[in-house]
């Protein structure tokens, strides 16, 4: 089960912006750079949507994904660029640490024909190589459900995000309402 991510989607969405608004690669011109910030696992299988993208969009885009928490899985991120960072610090000061470094990598590469990022000059934000990644982790921290509406047969999902005590205490159906908030 995903955690209400559509990468799918999200990729789908990116692919028809790129082709809308750029123009074919020629020469040394530069490529656009997508930067990919996700807090969740996919809902879905995602992976016939990245191999596309691998497809159709690897040679003309350079493309970083930031991965917010544990939440994400790293090694399907991984697959779809080299570029794969982790924020674990969600703390206000992180995420302005995070657009400035956004900013940043853009910068550096307005001028060049290749790409680069920025530097990280402290442990604020991890590079994630291949070979660390695995399936995503299990949140720990929240449970969802999926549900179904009545009246118009629409799906979707309830997350409840823990608010105290530890949920590897407790047997699944022990779980007090009480420790999680909608």
Known sequence: LGRGTSLSKGLDHLSYALRENTNPIVGEQRKPIVFIITD?????NASDAVAEWKQVWSDSVNVVAVS???GP?????????ENVFQLNDTTVNAYKKLFDWVSDTIKVNSGSGGFELASVSEQWL???????TS?????????????????TGEVYLIKYLKTGGSAKEHALSAI??????L
């Open 176 to 181: 007090s309402g009480k420790a999680y908030k």
């Open 126 to 132: 991890q590079k994630i190589e291949a070979t660390e």
């Open 135 to 151: 399936g995503a982790d299990i949140d720990e921290g929240c449970v969802v459900l999926t549900g179904k509406c009545q009246r």
């Open 40 to 44: 969740g696992a996919p809902t879905g």
């Open 68 to 70: 917010l928490g544990k």
């Open 73 to 81: 899985d790293l090694s399907l991120l991984a697959k779809l660029t």
